[in-house]
């Protein structure tokens, strides 16, 4: 099993800068595909980033492209997400998602699956 605990979220004002984090318990962090999922009020679920087990292949969401950075350090079971030129549209509650069973582009486009785990998440809100 694995056990995801997002931290880092907050108030910032458009244009500012967060970094999120996600501490996974379990000894098998590294061998799953990692990801970043926001929702916004009224919304469903969407992925933001996603990354493979190596940190080798990473994938975003058009929307975030060239402002966020996802990475991973498997040495300390931590999942990362550097938002930058952050805006009023960011704003929603991230969510920290890990699945041994999917590669990177298949949890982008399908989410994930029967052995997936989600984090409780941690709100982002992005002010004007």
């Known amino acids: 099993q694995v056990q995801l605990v997002e931290s880092g979220g907050g108030l910032v004002q458009a244009g500012g800068s967060l970094r999120l984090s996600c501490a996974a318990s379990?000894?098998?962090?590294?061998?799953?595909?990692m990801g970043w999922f926001r929702q916004a009020p009224g919304k469903e679920r969407e992925f933001v980033g996603v990354i493979s087990w190596s940190g080798g292949r990473v994938y975003y969401h058009d929307s975030v492209k060239g402002r966020f950075t996802i990475s991973r350090d498997n040495a300390k079971n931590t999942l990362y997400l550097q938002m930058n030129s952050l805006k009023p549209e960011d704003t929603a509650v991230y969510y920290c998602?890990?699945?041994?069973?999917?590669?990177?582009?298949?949890?982008?486009?399908?989410?994930?699956?029967?052995?997936?785990?989600w984090g409780q998440g941690t709100q982002v809100t992005v002010s004007s």
């Open positions: 998602a890990a699945d041994p069973s999917k590669y990177p582009q298949e949890m982008a486009s399908e989410g994930l699956g029967p052995r997936g785990y």
């Open positions: 379990g000894r098998t962090f590294s061998s799953n595909t």
